[in-house]
C-alpha cells in the first residue's frame, strides 16, 4: 500500500523536490499534499508544477486547520521540509511517531527554537566544529527534540562561509530525506535508518 505523505513547507522547497523527485509512481510513498504557513513560499509553486494539492494555513497554530487538510487527503505520514514553525500539540498527538522533519546539522547540538536556516551554519562555524550533516528525526511538542533516526555527516572545510557549508549540508539533505522517507514506506512507519548515510562532497 502506497504510504501517503504530506509535506510542510515555509521556503524555497529544494527538499520537497527532492521528495518528489525520489518518489515517482512506481515508489512505495507519495506526496499527496504540501501545507504551507507562507502563502508566498515558492515551494508552492513547485507543488502545482507537480499537480500535488497544496494548502496555505491561514492561521499555522490552529491545529484544526491542519488535522482538517491531513484527514481529508487520508495522509499517513507528515514531512517537515524547511517548516519552521511549532506543529500544533494536537497534530502532533493524532499523529505521534509519524512525523519526521530533517535539520541542517548534528542535533542534539545546534537545534532548538530560532535555529534555522543560516543561523544554524553561523553557529556550526563559530564553534569551530570540524563537522556538519543532516539530521531526520521524529517531532514532538519541542523544537528539534524528537528520536533521531538518522544522520549525514559533511566536513566543515577550512574557508567555509556559512553559504557554503549550507550548501554541502544541503546536498546530504536531498539523499537523507528520501532515504528516511523511502524506509518510513518500507517499514509501515518511521524507522532508525539502518546506518549512518554517509556521504562527503
Ligand atoms: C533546509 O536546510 C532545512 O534543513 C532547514 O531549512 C532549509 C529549507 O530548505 N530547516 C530548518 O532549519 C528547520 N529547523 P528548502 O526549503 O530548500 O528545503
Given at each position: 500500500m502506497?504510504?501517503?505523505?504530506?509535506?510542510?513547507?515555509?521556503?524555497?522547497?529544494?527538499?520537497?523536490?527532492?521528495?518528489?523527485?525520489?518518489?515517482?509512481?512506481?515508489?512505495?510513498?507519495?506526496?499527496v499534499l504540501v501545507l504551507s504557513d507562507r502563502?508566498?513560499?515558492?515551494?508552492?509553486?513547485?507543488?502545482?508544477?507537480?499537480?500535488?494539492p497544496v494548502e496555505v494555513l491561514l492561521d499555522a497554530a490552529d491545529g484544526s486547520r491542519w488535522l482538517a487538510a491531513l484527514e481529508r487527503h487520508r495522509v499517513d505520514l507528515i514531512v517537515l521540509a524547511g517548516y519552521l514553525k511549532l506543529v500544533p500539540a494536537a497534530v502532533v498527538t493524532r499523529y505521534r511517531d509519524r512525523i519526521l522533519n530533517i535539520h541542517p546539522a548534528l542535533l542534539p547540538s545546534f537545534g532548538g527554537k530560532g535555529m534555522y536556516g543560516q543561523r544554524v551554519h553561523q553557529a556550526v562555524l563559530a564553534s569551530g566544529a570540524r563537522e556538519s550533516g543532516a539530521t531526520v528525526h521524529l517531532v514532538d511538542e519541542v523544537y528539534d527534540r524528537g528520536t533521531i533516526l538518522g544522520q549525514t555527516r559533511v566536513p566543515v572545510l577550512l574557508g567555509d562561509t556559512p553559504e557554503r557549508l549550507a550548501a554541502r549540508v544541503l546536498e546530504a539533505e536531498h539523499r537523507l530525506l528520501p532515504a528516511a522517507v523511502l524506509a518510513a514506506a518500507a517499514a509501515g512507519k518511521p524507522v532508525t535508518l539502518p546506518q549512518p548515510v554517509e556521504f562527503f562532497s
Open positions: 502506497t504510504m501517503r505523505v504530506a509535506v510542510a513547507v515555509s521556503g524555497r522547497g529544494s527538499n520537497l523536490q527532492a521528495l518528489l523527485q525520489s518518489l515517482g509512481p512506481s515508489a512505495p510513498a507519495r506526496v502563502a508566498g513560499a515558492p515551494a508552492l509553486e513547485l507543488a502545482r508544477r507537480h499537480e500535488v
